[in-house]
Antibody, heavy 119, light 109 residues
């Protein structure tokens, strides 16, 4: 059974940093691109970042470019999101999601972890 | 950037058919995917590649895509179908690469 479990969310002050993790199991992690998608309270879904299976290709939404860094450790079946210079508008539930690689959609999602940026 | 527009809400009686539209410039040339999200839960893929269903998704969920509009159709609506629904496309020439629609709240009367 495919499982994605996020962790690392919490309350952080504006300008602070946080590192999210996503532990994957039930599939060959190293064969899939992975993504972070977020959802602000009461709002819609927003794609944040994507990393290819071997980390060769990395992409970011303009809203986080230069502040967030996506990475992965295939030996540990883990995905990460380092978030720096956090702003109030980064407050959201952050989901990790597996990319099918074919026509680029997300077939499995984690349960999400809440990041709150507030003083 | 590429924009996907959905109606904010759709209301439907049990047993009837709900149709949720997703509008985008020449969206018919792209593959459209649909997600269902219930309160407090992660999104679930219900239709991919315009009209295919993942295993475990009822046949009541179907999709189509042509011109400037993609449509998710839920037949014989049940109370358990009440949720938010999002369309999504991937566009290599867009920023962001993955674009979600604005979302539609389906209410079962």
């Amino acid at each position: 059974e495919v499982q994605l479990v996020e962790s690392g969310g919490g309350l952080v002050k504006p300008g602070g940093s946080l590192r999210l993790s996503c532990a994957a199991s039930g599939f060959t992690f190293s064969s899939y691109s992975m993504n972070w998608v977020r959802q602000a309270p009461g709002k819609g879904l927003e794609w944040v970042s994507s990393i290819s299976s071997s980390s060769s290709y990395i992409y970011y939404a303009d809203s986080v470019k230069g502040r967030f860094t996506i990475s992965r450790d295939n030996a540990k079946n883990s995905l990460y999101l380092q978030m720096n210079s956090l702003r109030a508008e980064d407050t959201a539930v952050y989901y990790c999601a597996r990319d099918t690689g074919v026509n680029r959609h997300f077939d499995y999602w984690g349960q999400g972890t809440l990041v709150t940026v507030s003083s | 950037s590429y924009v996907l527009t959905q109606p904010p809400s759709v209301s439907v009686a049990p047993g009837q058919t709900a149709r949720i539209t997703c509008g985008g410039n020449n969206i018919g040339s792209k593959s459209v995917h649909w997600y269902q999200q219930k309160p407090g839960q992660a999104p679930v893929l219900v239709v991919y590649d315009d009209s295919d269903r993942p295993s475990g998704i009822p046949e009541r969920f179907s999709g189509s895509n042509s011109g400037n509009t993609a449509t998710l159709t839920i037949s014989r609506v049940e109370a358990g179908d009440e949720a938010d629904y999002y369309c999504q496309v991937w566009d290599s020439s867009s920023d962001p690469l993955y674009v979600f629609g604005t979302g539609t709240k389906v209410t079962v009367l």
